[in-house]
């Protein structure tokens, strides 16, 4: 067990429709990260923030976005699904960013 | 743009070492990682290396790092079923603080 929580384990939803993925980093961490993992495209960064502001953006689409809240959580909003965002959706947390990443056990969405 | 690249797949016999390669092509990367990933399950982070640092040992662990030839290998000693998984090598550096990871390495353990 890393220390990384997310919720929910997995989502079904409909094509057009959007959805809010959790994430709470482990204890001490500020850095929270957001990857896709998809069969064709492998595993991705999406997103990065730290102690509440955006630091990095990856690979992320113009409908998903995020945000970290003061008690440091994170969500992770994707809207106007497509049957391509169908994937895991994971997130990684670590003490200070550029640091060792530690990963949830991941969302699975599915889009039908 | 920065590429990780890693064999498919790797079949080893059960007490035999298992050695994962991988190859980078950010020369800027500062932190290099392993991370294994189980049936259904998420990424474990099994071990990571400095980039001014040659070797880490780390009990059955030990990576390889060739800055040179931007060269990463992950050696796993006395491999055991339970070492059946996936496993991903990946960068950090380069000005962004996400990782790039590999496809992925299939450890295949034979009995």
């Known amino acids: 067990d890393s220390g990384v929580t997310q919720t929910p384990k997995h989502l079904i939803t409909a094509t057009g429709q959007r959805v809010t993925l959790r994430c709470s980093p482990r204890s001490g961490d500020l850095s929270v990260y957001w990857y896709q993992q998809s069969l064709d495209q492998g595993l991705q960064f999406l997103i990065q923030?730290?102690?509440?502001?955006?630091?990095a953006k990856g690979n992320i689409l113009e409908r998903f976005s995020a945000q970290q809240f003061p008690d440091l959580h994170s969500e992770l909003n994707l809207s106007s699904l497509e049957l391509g965002d169908s994937a895991l959706y994971f997130c990684?947390?670590?003490?200070?960013?550029?640091?060792?990443?530690?990963f949830g056990p991941g969302t699975r969405l599915t889009v039908t | 743009g920065e590429d990780v690249e890693q064999s498919l797949f790797l079949s080893v016999r059960e007490g035999d070492s298992s050695v994962i390669n991988c190859t980078y092509t950010?020369?800027?990367?500062?932190?290099l990682y392993w991370y294994k990933q189980e049936p259904g399950a998420g990424l474990q982070l099994l071990t990571y290396?400095?980039?001014?640092?040659d070797m880490k040992q780390d009990q059955r662990l030990t990576v390889l790092l060739n800055k040179k030839d931007k060269h990463l290998s992950l050696r796993i000693a006395d491999t055991q079923t339970g070492d059946s998984a996936i496993y991903f090598c990946?960068?950090?550096?380069?000005?962004?603080?996400?990782?790039?990871f590999g496809k992925g390495t299939h450890l295949i353990i034979q009995p």
């Open positions: 950010d020369s800027s990367s500062t932190y």
């Open positions: 990684a947390s670590s003490v200070v960013p550029t640091y060792e990443q530690y």
């Open positions: 990946a960068e950090c550096g380069g000005g962004a603080d996400g990782l790039t």
């Open positions: 290396i400095f980039s001014n640092m």
């Open positions: 923030y730290y102690n509440g502001e955006e630091r």
